[in-house]
């Protein structure tokens, strides 16, 4: 699996159900929200923006995208927790499986980021991130072409200590015309 075949893959709509632990803070939280993943050109103007900001040029992005999402949290019942990132691969010259993220909105940090990934054999997307006071590591795979996983590590700023960790599983959504496909094809 590369880049461009990570994002087709994670296009849609996911039913995510996530465990975040605050190790500093010795506190478990569970978060059900729902993800929106589409696809963006190219040319559009916040993925324009998003290469110029990080000092890249627009001929070596591929495959952009926006991530949606809204959720409620046990911790805070009144609270919704919603957001919206543009995120655009950058991969190495001749590489597609390793590269830059670019982030209009990190994951540690809610401040513009570009981390650096790369795909194993198995095609676990893995994203590690530095941020001005911390440093991110995210791990996403499927189980299925409709079930993927993800956990994330935040660390301190030197690597040294572990903040937090979540797991997520996510489900996509499907039509009943999909959800039947599914069930024959599997």
């Known amino acids: 699996m590369d880049v461009i075949e990570f994002v087709e893959c994670s296009i849609g709509r996911w039913r995510s159900q996530r465990s975040g632990h605050s190790l500093a803070m010795s506190h478990f939280e569970e978060v059900r929200s729902t993800i929106d993943i589409v696809s963006l050109p190219t040319n559009a103007t916040e993925v324009i923006e998003l290469c110029k900001s990080n000092g890249v040029d627009i001929s070596q992005a591929i495959s952009p995208f926006q991530m949606s999402w809204k959720g409620e949290s046990d911790w805070d019942e009144s609270e919704t927790l919603e957001g919206s990132c543009i995120l655009v691969p950058i991969p190495d010259k001749d590489n597609l499986k390793k590269g830059k993220l670019l982030r209009s909105q990190g994951y540690a940090e809610t401040i513009p980021a570009a981390g650096e990934y790369y795909i194993t054999e198995d095609g676990t997307f893995i994203l590690n991130t530095e941020y001005d006071h911390a440093a991110a590591e995210e791990r996403i795979w499927f189980g ?13 700023s030197d690597s040294n200590g572990v903040l937090t960790a979540s797991f997520s599983s996510e489900i996509r959504s499907l039509s009943t015309e999909e959800k039947s496909a599914s069930i024959i094809n599997n």
Do not use: D, G
């Not at 409709?146 to 301190?156: D, G, L, P």
């Open 144 to 156: 299925t072409p409709n079930v993927r996983f993800r956990a994330s590590f935040i660390k301190t």
